[in-house]
């Protein structure tokens, strides 16, 4: 370890997307995983700013794998109204040979085009005819590889998954095949939908082995208006995991407020303190005040809310 020289971890958007590793992206089919992605990729051609971050990305060059979507009738059209530059996504010709994760021409088409975010849709489709993806033995060495690749061009990885139909089981362990394929990714999210408002999809860090976890971001995705960033948002994992949740975060805000005012008045600054304590955001305590009517009120001492 001597011999060892300290680098430091660099980001395409910290801390969910690391460079030069693999990330996962999982969730239930029709979550809203690939109309993600495909908004992470366009900000990447013109350079914005992604959710809880505060410098823009580097304008760059993106490839696009997908078994799963038509180019012309889906993808397209998705990459136009996100605002891509088109002209900077990439896709590796698949007409004379399917691509898999082994795939040399991944590694080519990375250096030849200098692309900073490779992107997989599905993992399921390229693994290869022949690898089951149940056995570690098998996959151990192909993300060993993968991960290299990543390693040696200083490209993002992100591999979109399916998950397993289990409800209430821990994140992690619902990816589909070997548990080995969540632990070669350095971060794995999570997509989901909020079960009180399903046009609101919630992405959720169920593991980074870089940093701490970030917080959850979400964004909105319906017919009529397409997709939209909202920012950070509370919620409990098993919410979006399907499982019983005793209390939503909104609950345990508006729970919280009741008992604070109950007995009068009290100072903003102490109610935003204790919401912290109890890791409650202040856009879902302001979501609360709203839902329980609580007024500003002005004194000599400062603000106060009251019932």
């Known amino acids: 370890m001597n011999d060892v020289e300290v680098t430091e971890v660099k980001w395409l958007w910290k801390p969910y997307i690391p460079i030069g590793k693999i990330t996962i992206i999982q969730g239930d089919p029709g979550e809203g995983k690939t109309t993600m992605i495909l908004a992470i990729a366009s900000a990447m051609t013109t350079g914005a700013i992604l959710p809880l971050s505060e410098e823009a990305l580097e304008c760059s060059n993106v490839i696009y794998q997908t078994a799963e979507d038509g180019l012309s009738d889906t993808i397209k059209p998705r990459l136009l109204v996100a605002g891509a530059d088109c002209t ?93 394929i969540t632990a070669a990714a350095r971060s794995v999210l999570l997509v989901g939908r909020v079960r009180a408002d399903p046009s609101i999809r919630v992405m959720a860090q169920i593991k980074l082995s870089l940093a701490p976890e970030g917080k959850k971001v979400a964004f909105k995705l319906d017919e009529e208006n397409g997709f939209a960033w909202i920012g950070e948002y509370d919620i409990e994992l098993d919410e979006l995991l399907g499982g019983s949740s005793s209390e939503s975060v909104l609950k345990r805000a508006e729970k919280l407020i009741k008992e604070v005012l109950d007995d009068g008045a009290k100072a903003s600054d102490y109610i935003v303190e204790r919401a912290k304590e109890k890791q409650i955001s202040q856009r879902t305590l302001k979501i609360a005040k709203k839902n329980l009517e609580v007024k500003s009120i002005k004194t000599k001492e400062g603000w106060k809310w009251q019932l």
């Open 88 to 180: 900077k996504i990439i896709v590796i010709d698949e007409s004379h040979k399917e691509l898999t994760l082994s795939d040399k021409r991944i590694e080519e088409a990375i250096i030849e085009t200098n692309a900073q975010l490779l992107i997989i849709d599905t993992l399921q489709a390229y693994l290869g005819s022949g690898v089951d993806m149940h056995r570690a033995n098998e996959i151990r060495p192909i993300f060993k590889n993968l991960s290299s690749v990543a390693e040696r061009t200083g490209c993002a990885i992100v591999i979109i998954g399916h998950m397993k139909k289990a409800g209430g089981t821990k994140g992690l362990y619902r990816g589909l095949g070997s548990i080995d």
